[in-house]
């Protein structure tokens, strides 16, 4: 580079230089900015039904609410004349279900298998077995009964089933009244209720009904009525399953509920003792046999005691009983054995058997059906 170059670069960066200098300016005042509102959205409930017609669509159709797997309803709905049902509703992927009922305080338990058909968010439960209510889809996992007319229940009470999050295996276990016999080491019973024969399963809580039952001369090979808690095979099969064996009922036959016609031959299940309301998981109940001899269970204890009847005029001998205490059950035992001993007049009233002390009941039965 020659000297005339040099002398003309040089020039030039300080020309550059002083126009990068510009004079300091204050920074301008912020002003305060006003952010524009956002109308917040409501919140949606995961799962709720909305009243347009996508969201009406997903939830009746069952590939989208639960079609996709098996599913379980649980809940307890209220009922007349007891503190409840319990409900647990199977509904199966392939058009089919299954249900139990439960009447709380009645030991009383339907098992029921059918169909189900869906009818926008109404499911209708089929079945040749027993009458099952409708429901209608208020969530994906949540249905509300309906009534008669087709309606939701509007009530203050609780008449909804609620989806678990897991599907439930039903429950077969119920109280069952009915006929036990065994015939070539093959022990078969008959429900008094349903009349359906069941082979009963070789298990541990078999093996003390069937040694009571083969060691007793007057039993062993004789159809005698039986009270037990079993479970159901979920198989073709139909076998049962003995969870608990309660007794045996020598001389008792399977109620005829709509003609009752006299006193003898019937477990009756107590249901009040004077104006106390029995609780029927506590199970009093007790049998009169031709042979003047009665005997039953009181909650906690067996008992037996020979008795007298001369037309509707009744006497009670003392009673003779094992010596169990059980604090639950005492209250209830106490009353009704006290009771059953001051009785001196039986009557059959309908399917009601009433036992009075000075003309006044003291005593009120039913027969047992399970």
């Known amino acids: ?3 005339k170059q040099s002398f003309i670069l040089s020039a030039l960066v300080l020309a550059l230089a002083g126009c990068s ?31 347009d017609h996508i969201a009406q669509a997903q939830a009746t159709d069952f590939g989208h609410i639960f079609i996709d797997r098996d599913m379980s ?3 307890t709905l209220p009922c007349e004349g007891c503190p409840g049902v319990k409900y647990h509703v199977n509904l199966f992927q392939d058009g089919k279900f299954e249900a139990r009922q439960e009447f709380i305080d009645r030991h009383e338990v339907n098992l029921v298998k059918g169909t189900w058909l869906l ?15 409708s429901f209608q889809f208020v969530s994906n996992n949540k249905v509300v009964l309906l009534d008669e007319a087709g309606k939701p229940v509007i009530s203050k009470d609780n008449y909804e089933l609620v989806r678990s999050n ?90 005829d509920t709509l003609n009752i016609a006299k006193v003898q031959g019937i477990v009756w299940r107590v249901e009040r003792v004077k104006f106390i309301q029995v609780p029927q998981q506590y199970n009093l109940r007790m049998l009169f046999n031709d042979n003047a001899k009665l005997y039953g269970f009181s909650g906690c204890n067996v008992f037996n005691a020979s008795y007298s009847q001369s037309s509707n005029l009744l006497k009670v001998n003392p009673l003779v009983s094992t010596k169990k205490y059980c604090a639950q059950s005492n209250y209830y035992e106490s009353n009704f054995t006290q009771h059953l001993q001051m009785a001196d007049r039986i009557e059959l009233n309908g399917d009601k058997l009433q036992l009075f ?6 005593v009120e039965m039913k027969p047992a059906l399970n």
């Not at 002390?357 to 003291?362: A, I, K």
């Open 1 to 3: 580079m020659n000297m």
């Open 21 to 51: 200098q510009l004079p300091e300016q204050a920074p301008a005042p912020i002003s305060e900015v006003n952010e524009p509102v956002v109308a917040v959205e409501p919140e949606l409930v995961e799962n709720e039904v909305l009243n």
């Open 73 to 75: 309803f649980i809940g």
């Open 119 to 133: 009818e926008g968010r109404v499911i209708h439960l089929m079945s040749q077995q027993t009458k099952i209510p």
């Open 166 to 255: 897991n599907f439930v295996k039903l429950d077969t276990s119920m109280q069952m009244l009915g006929m036990y016999q065994v015939i070539d080491n093959n022990a078969v019973f008959t429900s008094c209720t349903s009349g359906e024969k069941s082979t009963i399963a070789m298990t541990q809580h078999h093996i003390p009904m069937l040694r009571s039952y083969q060691t007793d001369k007057n039993l062993n090979g004789k159809p005698v009525i039986a009270t037990m808690i079993a479970r159901k095979s979920q198989k073709e099969d139909k076998m049962l399953f003995v969870e608990k064996f309660e007794q045996f009922w020598p001389g008792a036959t399977c109620p």
């Open 357 to 362: 002390h000075n003309n006044e009941v003291v």
